[in-house]
């Protein structure tokens, strides 16, 4: 009886042995967890150094704020020297002008230093939110990107078979399984089932036909193999 190529038959349908777990499998668990190990390492490096920046900045911000008020204090002192010294002394105008003069070009340097300060504190402000936004963008891929690896992972493990082999390619029509010969890696069976209580030997194996759905293309198998009974349920 032949197969269709879009329904499968109930009474026909092909199997295939492994001839072991291919060694790319292995390899790829291997490369899948070293990517998890490298994501955590980048994100802690990432976090350390995002750690560090943010100290540095808030140490600049403390020294600014100290040199302010050591200005402040300068311009207090002055203002208090010329009063006084003008009260004990009786300075000339033009003395107590100069005076004033210069304490007005430190007044001026002062504010010139408060808004360079003012300046500095908001640059370091936008700053610390750009690395704030970093680390929330940098721990958003890293955990985006373990979720693809563990998506990967699952993958690969719904991939090996019932029995610890590769179930992932499946010959459904004669074509399919004329291809999977030329690959050379598995040794493949052609048989035929009939809707049966009793096993039926297919190569190293026993299997029998449980039950088929027509309509969704769908059959249930039972498969016997080294004393274990492995029911495949609802398979197209």
């Known amino acids: 009886m032949s197969i269709s190529p879009n329904i499968p038959s109930p009474q026909e ?19 899948v967890i070293a990517g998890l190990a490298v994501l955590a390492y980048a994100h802690y490096s990432t976090q350390s150094r995002m750690s ?49 003069s210069r304490a007005e070009a430190i007044r001026k340097e002062q504010q010139a230093a408060d808004q360079k300060f003012t300046s500095q504190m908001k640059e370091s402000e936008e ?48 074509d399919d399984l004329e291809d999977l010969r030329r690959r050379g890696d598995r040794n493949y069976y052609e048989f035929t089932l009939q809707k049966s209580k009793k096993a039926q030997r ?9 039950r088929t759905d027509a309509k969704k293309s769908k059959y249930t198998i039972t498969v016997i193999a080294d004393d274990k009974t492995i029911e495949k349920k609802d398979k197209t």
Do not use: C
């Open 13 to 31: 349908s092909y199997h295939y042995e492994s001839t072991g777990t291919p060694r790319w499998i292995a390899v790829l668990f291997g490369l």
């Open 202 to 210: 297919v190569g190293p194996v026993q299997m029998s036909l449980n």
């Open 52 to 100: 560090q920046d943010l100290t540095k900045q808030q140490e600049q911000n403390r020294i600014l704020s100290a040199q302010l008020d050591q200005a402040n204090s300068r311009i207090a002192d002055l203002k208090s020297q010329v009063e006084i010294t003008a009260q004990r002394m009786g300075l000339t105008q033009s003395e107590i002008a100069q005076a004033k």
């Open 127 to 174: 700053k610390i939110g750009a690395v704030a936004t970093e680390v929330g963008g940098a721990k958003k891929d890293i955990e985006a990107t373990k979720s693809d690896l563990e998506a990967t992972k699952g993958k690969l493990e719904r991939s090996m078979g019932d029995m610890n082999v590769m179930s992932g390619l499946i010959a459904r029509n004669r």
